[in-house]
């Protein structure tokens, strides 16, 4: 499934929805990803292997435009970036399928919902190759310390990460006209408050989720 949505609850391949009008569309480009989070639905055998996210091979970006041209673009709300694993572990690809999207509807809100660890799976600073495609990038910040990050998310890349993601926060505002933190509200209030105030520090806005089972 590389285009869907969520509804009611679960994910639903736009194909079967009736109306297309003012979905927002979910472009699922790939599994890998440089993160076990504890609470990702990946942990779970049963859910990678009956889950309709999980893709058998990854879409080429032809493949992708293929799927936008059977919609008519000036339908949908918002195209989002986001699947069963982390989209910019194809970065080249995401920046070039958005491009293409630009080019056919200008003003199409385009996001990225991310772990915020892309600089260091390309080692390079890849946020300048999100300009003028990408219009918000929704970054898990999960946690307001580094140790407790680290042991949500057990990145790959090990404790640095914290410190990695945040940097890439600052560096997307350069290149994204919206950056958003975000956490679940299952954390509490007092955590919630701390990273309040790192996204003031940050100068970025918090989004609190509520957590679903
Ligand atoms: S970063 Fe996202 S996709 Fe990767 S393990 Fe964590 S929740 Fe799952």
Redesign the pocket.
């Known amino acids: 499934m590389i285009l869907y949505t969520l509804y009611e609850n679960s994910y639903i391949d736009i194909a079967h929805l009736e109306t297309l009008k003012d979905v927002h569309v979910y472009v699922n480009l790939t599994n890998r990803?440089p993160?076990?989070?504890t609470?990702?639905?990946?942990q779970t055998k049963e859910m990678l292997e009956s889950n309709s996210l999980w893709l058998e091979r990854e879409p080429s970006v032809d493949e992708v435009i293929q799927e936008f041209q059977k919609y008519d673009l000036d339908d949908f709300a918002e195209v989002i970036f986001c699947g069963?694993?982390?989209p910019l572990e194809r970065v080249d690809d995401v920046v070039q399928i958005a491009g293409i999207l630009k080019l056919y509807r200008r003003d199409l809100p385009i996001r990225i919902n991310t772990?915020g660890l892309a600089n260091l799976i390309h080692k390079r600073d890849i946020t300048p190759e999100l300009k003028g495609r990408i219009d918000t990038i929704s970054i898990?910040l999960n946690a307001p310390d580094a140790k407790e990050y680290y042991e949500l998310?057990r990145s790959r890349f090990g404790i640095e990460s914290f410190q990695a993601m945040l940097d890439f926060t600052v560096l997307s505002k350069q290149y994204v006209p919206h950056v958003v933190l975000t956490v679940v509200d299952i954390i509490g209030s007092e955590k919630i408050a701390q990273c309040q105030s790192l996204c003031d520090e940050l100068g970025v806005t918090l989004r609190v989720r509520p957590f679903e089972e």
């Open positions: 990803c993160c076990a989070c609470f990702c639905l990946r069963f694993g982390e772990n898990s998310t």
